[in-house]
């Protein structure tokens, strides 16, 4: 079921908050928009791959995406010096109602990274569970589905 | 220095130095994929990705397309996968199951043996049009061991076992980590890197690069093996120094680390009471619990990396003189709990993959190194750390050396020159 004109707005909102904070490296802001009980998982080589049995890309919680800003903003990171730079486009957006009030969220999503004089993109598709807590929407899951997800991979960015 | 390529090679190789050409320079590249990965043993593929008759996966050797299969008579096949009639590819997918392979051009059909069994419009060949002329070629030399598939271009050489000799201790120590004595690979992560492919055999063996470019790794202390800290506790702090480790040099540039209990944390299997005890019904408790507390790193030159406490392997494709891809598989040991099976998928995943913690810092550093090297007026690349430590073969002709050491690499550039002098 589609949501109303106003939700969609709310939810695009949302989406387009929560690339500006990636985008600006502002990683603490965006542990603010996850649930303790969040997965971010991107899968590999294919869509549907299972995690007990397949390697994957990208498979945390919030503990390892805490740890992983901690990562991101240590000053002994190699990967950090200089910090690629990133835009975030997105597109596409769906949403509609899911299970106990939490909403179902579909975009493309096209994420750039400027490096080391080579911009590299990661063009797929981000699927969000998002629930409200404390009157915010926060994201309960976020999968994300690369079309190169079965290629050899340069590092990638919290997408 | 201008390489005459053919003439030079002896000189690039010192004593404890290496000329920079042996990772910039394309056309050494070039001789390398002849004399290196067209002739010794290259690691091709893990019978238990094509467990069933008519599985197959395509790759390449060498940069030349190939599939392995399984026939119909559970025999493994590694083919080149090029069409006999016109070249065409004869398999495009990554990876399925099929008897027969199609060629999309012309339609010849050829078995998952390679046997040519249909070329359409047969009345128009020449009468003495023989088929069984044309079946896919086989790799020309392909053998496993205990599951390992590896491959030859070259018809002549040593057998595998042979080749592999004191390599065949380490890899029945990783696979007697499953009680069955057999593993199953599992789906790979792959991650590329603007690099030579040498920059990542060597760091295999480089254990003193960790606490300076891992430090972030280390420090933010979270898990790094999240899922598997959850489940079986984090076990104390990695020691910086690794003190208690050692490495061992076999032969053919093959080296090992054994970090004996120098990286707890990341041995985790040790923790699982239920592995241990499965392990313990089969060698007694304290031997289960060496076996469960193994963490070592083997390198089987010059394309296969392993490693025991997280159970994956990776291997190396060279692309181009500076652009390399790696291909990491996690591993399951059949008849060990699925749930600690699950958390080695879920620590290589992590350590490894494009998204990781662990393995980008270092295709940072191979970047750099690649980028450092373009300078010509400092031709030499130096090893410096323990090559004076005393280099005597144990009874199983071993170098056992201490973990702050250069010499393994050192010991790889020796097994390059040897293959790269030979025409
Ligand atoms: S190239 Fe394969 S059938 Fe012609
Ligand atoms: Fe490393």
Not at chain 2, 282 to 306: S, T, W
Not at chain 2, 315 to 341: C, H, M, R, W
Request: aromatic letters at 10%; proline letters at 6%; one cysteine or more.
């Amino acid at each position: 079921m589609v949501v109303s004109r106003d939700l969609q707005h709310e939810v695009e909102q949302f989406l387009f908050h929560e690339a500006e904070l990636l985008e600006n490296r502002r990683f603490e802001e965006w542990l603010e928009l996850l649930t303790r009980d969040v997965i971010y998982w991107v899968p590999n080589i294919r869509d549907d791959s299972d995690i007990s049995d397949e390697a994957m890309i990208s498979y945390e919680g919030y503990d390892e995406l805490r740890a992983r800003t901690v990562r991101l903003r240590h000053p002994l990171n190699p990967t950090q010096k200089p910090p690629p730079r990133t835009r975030h486009f997105i597109t596409n957006v769906s949403a509609e109602a899911g299970e106990g009030g939490e909403l179902r969220v579909r975009c493309n999503l096209l994420v750039y990274v400027s490096k080391d004089g080579k911009v590299v993109h990661h063009p797929g598709t981000s699927e969000y569970r998002l629930r409200e807590e404390d009157g915010s929407w926060r994201i309960a899951s976020k999968k994300v589905y690369l079309i190169t997800n079965d290629l050899p991979l340069t590092p990638l960015p919290i997408m | 220095m201008t390489t005459d390529v053919q003439t030079g090679i002896p000189d690039l190789i010192g004593e404890s130095r290496v000329h920079r050409s042996i990772y910039t320079d394309p056309a050494i590249f070039e001789l390398e994929m002849k004399r290196i990965f067209s002739r010794t043993w290259v690691f091709i593929g893990h019978e238990s990705e094509v467990p069933h008759a008519g599985d197959y996966k395509t790759d390449t050797v060498a940069g030349q397309p190939i599939v392995m299969t399984r026939d119909e008579e559970g025999a493994v096949r590694v083919l080149f996968n090029r069409c006999r009639h016109r070249g065409a590819k004869v398999c495009n997918l990554p990876y399925g199951n099929s008897s027969t392979f199609s060629c999309l051009y012309h339609g010849w059909t050829f078995s998952n043996k390679g046997d040519l069994i249909a070329v359409p419009s047969r009345q128009l060949c020449p009468a003495n049009f023989d088929p069984g002329n044309y079946p896919l070629v086989a790799l020309p030399r392909v053998e496993s061991y205990r599951g390992f598939v590896f491959g030859s271009l070259s018809a002549e050489g040593t057998p595998l076992e042979e080749h592999l000799g004191r390599a065949t201790h380490y890899l029945d120590c990783l696979i007697d980590r499953s009680p069955e004595g057999e593993i199953q690979v599992c789906k790979p992560v792959k991650y590329s890197y603007p690099a030579n492919w040498k920059l990542q055999i060597e760091n295999y063996s480089d254990n003193i690069h960790a606490r300076f470019t891992h430090e972030a790794a280390f420090a933010a202390r979270r898990p790094i093996e999240s899922g598997a800290v959850e489940r079986y506790g984090a076990g104390s702090q990695q020691r910086s120094d690794l003190r208690m480790g050692i490495n061992r040099v076999l032969s053919h540039g093959d080296s090992m680390t054994d970090y004996r209990g120098d990286r707890p944390q990341m041995a985790f299997a040790g923790r699982d009471p239920e592995y241990v005890s499965i392990m313990t019904e089969k060698y007694g408790a304290e031997q289960a619990q060496a076996i469960a507390d193994m963490d070592i790193h083997v390198i089987i030159y010059p394309n296969l990396l392993m490693h025991s406490a997280y159970c994956h392997y990776r291997v190396i494709k060279p692309v181009s003189v500076d652009q390399t891809v790696i291909v990491g598989y996690p591993f399951k040991l059949k008849g060990a709990p699925t749930e600690l099976n699950e958390a080695f998928v879920q620590a290589s995943s992590e350590h490894i993959s494009a998204s990781g913690a662990v393995q980008v810092d270092d295709m940072e550093a191979f970047a750099r190194v690649q980028e450092g090297l373009a300078v010509e007026q400092d031709e030499w690349v130096s090893y410096v750390y323990g090559i004076e430590e005393p280099q005597v073969p144990n009874e199983y002709g071993e170098i056992e050396l201490g973990m702050m050491t250069e010499v393994p690499a050192l010991h790889q550039h020796r097994e390059w020159l040897r293959l790269m002098s030979r025409d």
